[in-house]
């Protein structure tokens, strides 16, 4: 198990894109996030949060799958055809196995069902951040080899 404090320090730098149609999980789950993250933007609707991801980039992208105008099966599906390497967490109360094994095809990096359970929440962030950090850090360690190769 992690500690928050740690948790509060991995997630400080990083950008969030939250995609919820129900306002008011999304006024709660707002306040917490930016407790959080160092940026946190808001849509309505996967389709909002899809133009506003092809313009800016997130670190995370965390939403949930019913929604109006497109759902966020089919939004994370195209922002994964964008950027492969993207993180999505999805946030629901589907509990049916059509829409998680979905989830796994596309590449959702975490599963969290409705009401929200903080303790699962703060895993799966801490998961994800992690695997962030790795993949940053891989990219450096290649970009400093090669410049050693040059030299």
């Known amino acids: 198990m992690f500690k928050l404090k740690e948790l509060l320090k991995l997630t400080s730098s990083f950008s969030v894109l939250y995609v919820e149609d129900d306002e008011?999980?999304?006024?709660?789950?707002?306040k917490y996030l930016e407790k959080l993250f160092h940026k946190v933007v808001?849509?309505?609707?996967?389709?909002?949060?899809?133009?506003l991801y092809s313009k800016v980039k997130f670190d995370i992208v965390i939403t949930d799958i019913q929604m109006p105008k497109m759902d966020?099966?089919?939004?994370s599906k195209k922002i994964k055809e964008i950027n492969p390497e993207q993180n999505i967490i999805?946030?629901?109360?589907?509990?049916?196995i059509e829409?998680?094994?979905?989830?796994?095809?596309?590449?959702?990096?975490?599963?969290?069902?409705k009401p929200v359970d903080y303790d699962?929440?703060?895993?799966?962030?801490?998961?994800?951040?992690?695997?962030i950090?790795?993949?940053?850090?891989?990219?450096e360690y290649k970009k400093n080899l090669e410049l050693l190769v040059d030299q």
């Open 24 to 30: 008011d999980i999304a006024i709660i789950f707002l």
């Open 90 to 96: 999805v946030i629901s109360a589907y509990t049916d």
């Open 120 to 131: 699962n929440l703060n895993s799966t962030l801490f998961k994800v951040v992690n695997k």
């Open 42 to 51: 808001f849509c309505k609707n996967g389709e909002d949060g899809l133009e």
């Open 99 to 113: 829409k998680f094994t979905t989830s796994i095809k596309i590449g959702i990096d975490g599963y969290i069902l």
């Open 133 to 139: 950090k790795n993949f940053q850090e891989n990219i």
């Open 72 to 75: 966020g099966l089919e939004m």
